[in-house]
């Protein structure tokens, strides 16, 4: 009997040490658990004593009741703040800049630009005015398409009841110059520079340009009276069917660089001439600017 018990005691022994090991490891486990998701020890034991058969328990972290974890979310002294409220993060991309103006200087002398090697051309349409000279050996006399289209009006004028005439064509560089003076001399740099083009800046020498007038009514030419005459108006109305525009209109001396000549008209084609016309552009304005920018101009304006 005696023996039987010792047995006895012995297993209860034996039973309670591995049970102390065993709780011993899950304590040890747990701590380590709880540490790596950042509970403390404290609700750790309460957890575990759950387990083993007690009454407390207590939430996990995250949860209503437990604790806001350290990480996994920007904090209340500002760890984690956002980047972009930090000063980080992408740069704000750039303001779009406005467009350049492609009229911007147009009808103004630049005294630094020298003569170019080769003329200027748009779209395949040789352009001069003020800031797209000519070489001053450019000198390609007057176009013969542009005659061709120049007799062709005129016979046209003449069924209407007009003679027009051409009383000025293809003007070579150094003819400019001598007229160029002349004008100076007279009117002065600023005054002369609004009708008469400098040596190398004059569309006369490109071949293309026609002053016109009326026969017998010579008093008119290279005047603005000329736009007031029959003969005057019928152009203006009718030159664009012959591949011909008014290249200085009124209102427009800000782009062309010119005052307002009613008389000199430029051979540009009949299709271009066409456009041109019914926009109620000048040559810079049709070249220059963006298709759609600019709308037909007011007639009445």
């Known amino acids: 009997m005696r023996r ?13 040490i ?22 403390d020890l404290k609700e750790s034991a309460a957890s575990l004593k759950g387990v083993l058969g007690g009454t407390e328990s207590v ?42 103006d492609p009229l911007e200087g147009i009808g103004e002398y630049d005294d630094n630009r020298e003569l170019p090697a080769e003329p200027t051309y748009f779209d395949g349409v040789l352009i001069a005015n003020k800031k797209y000279p000519l070489p001053a050996d450019f000198a390609p006399g007057e176009d013969p398409a542009a005659r061709e289209a120049f007799d ?3 016979a046209a004028a003449r069924l209407d009841g007009f003679e027009l005439a051409a ?4 003007r070579p560089f150094e003819r400019q110059q001598e007229l160029y003076d002349q004008y100076v001399a007279r009117d002065g740099v600023e005054e002369a520079d609004r009708y008469s083009a400098r040596p190398g ?13 009326e026969v017998n009514r010579e008093q008119h ?40 000549e009613s008389w000199h008209y430029r051979y540009v084609g009949k299709e271009l001439a066409a456009k041109i016309h019914s926009k109620r552009e000048t040559l810079e304005e ?16």
């Open 4 to 16: 039987f018990e010792a047995r006895k005691d012995k297993r209860k022994k034996t039973a309670g």
């Open 18 to 39: 591995t049970a102390a090991v065993v709780i011993a490891l899950l304590l040890a486990g747990g701590a380590a658990w709880t540490g790596a998701h950042d509970w």
């Open 59 to 100: 939430a996990p972290s995250g949860t209503d009741g437990g604790k806001v974890p350290a990480s996994g979310g920007p904090s209340a002294e500002g760890d984690g703040d956002d980047p972009a409220e930090a000063g980080g993060g992408t740069d704000a991309p750039d303001q779009d800049l406005p467009e350049p």
């Open 152 to 154: 062709e009006m005129a």
């Open 167 to 170: 009383f000025s064509t293809f």
């Open 201 to 213: 800046y004059s569309e006369h020498q490109t071949g293309l340009a026609f002053d016109i007038g």
């Open 221 to 260: 030419w290279a005047r603005d009276s000329f736009g007031e005459t029959e003969a005057g108006k019928w152009l203006l109305a009718n030159a664009h069917r012959f591949g011909f525009i008014l290249r200085y209109p009124e209102g427009k001396e800000d782009i062309t660089g010119y005052m307002h």
């Open 286 to 301: 049709y070249l220059l600017l963006p298709d759609g920018k600019t709308g037909p101009a007011d007639p009445d304006k």
